[in-house]
């Protein structure tokens, strides 16, 4: 008798609680490294738009950077078109393969092609903000476009803008996307985040941060640090091809629910 008072009493509160509750479900492209007139890029990269469109509830879809192998002008046209068969809107985070001033494609140049093909996207610059049930998501760029390398690097004036957002957010949940993972189960110097205690010293001096959703390390990571839950996801091109969905409920006197699903992508036989 007593245990089925307990249960009750518990249940009353879930629902309770279910009334300020807030949950947004989205999926995650890592490192498509796509490259035009590539077949197996292509059906690997138009199959997986066909799957996240299958995926019920999905809100929107980030490509966390490498979206292209590398900073020709003439491929990222051609990842926009297949992107843009999204049954969503979707997200573009820029990675180190992506740019590279004077032999390639610059931020500026990346951002106004993308916008040349689809005319729906309004972002000028790689950071930015934008907001879904209840949820604040913030892009932060930490590509290098003029020295070229696999570390990344979140510049000074990037984490002075990061922690305006993070203030002007300061009651609401926080999930950043980026394409450097700050925290993982492996670290690799070689693709490791140039001065990150910076950055991870910001994160301390805010609570409203519950995620930071990352690429990069072509692996999957998912580690907890210090209330921020730091999730890695393996490159597109992994065999087999995967991409991760996210699913983020919050509900007042609650921690935060993380829920993570690698998929792996169904291709036609070769």
Do not use: C
């Amino acid at each position: 008798m007593k245990k089925n008072i307990f249960l009750a009493i518990i249940s009353f509160i879930l629902l309770q609680s279910s009334v300020f509750a807030n949950t947004v479900k989205f999926a995650q492209v890592a490192d498509a490294h796509f490259i035009k007139n590539d077949k197996y890029r292509t059906e690997v990269l138009e199959q997986t738009i066909k799957e996240i469109n299958n995926e019920k509830g999905i809100e929107f879809t980030v490509f966390t950077g490498d979206n292209i192998d590398s900073p020709h002008a003439e491929y990222l046209p051609e990842f926009i078109k297949i992107a843009n068969k999204l049954h969503n809107p979707y997200y573009i985070v820029i990675g180190n393969h992506d740019v590279f001033r004077n032999n390639g494609l610059s931020k500026e140049q990346y951002l106004e092609i993308v916008k040349d093909n689809n005319i729906f996207y309004k972002y000028k610059k790689p950071n930015y903000v934008f907001k879904k049930n209840g949820f604040t998501f913030i892009v932060v760029d930490g590509a290098k476009e003029i020295i070229p390398g696999s570390n990344g690097y979140y510049k000074k004036d990037t984490l002075d803008w990061l922690e305006k957002q993070l203030i002007k957010s300061k009651n609401k949940p926080v999930i950043i996307l980026q394409h450097f993972p700050l925290v993982s189960e492996t670290e690799i110097k070689s693709h490791s985040v140039y001065q990150k205690e910076e950055y991870l010293d910001l994160l301390d001096k805010h609570s409203n941060v519950i995620s930071i959703i990352a690429g990069h390390l072509h692996m999957n990571s998912e580690v907890m640090r210090n209330g921020v839950y730091h999730i890695t996801t393996p490159t597109l091109l992994h065999n087999p091809p995967v991409y991760k969905i996210i699913t983020i409920t919050t509900a007042k006197g609650f921690s935060p629910m993380i829920y993570t699903e690698l998929k792996e992508v169904e291709l036609t036989e070769q």
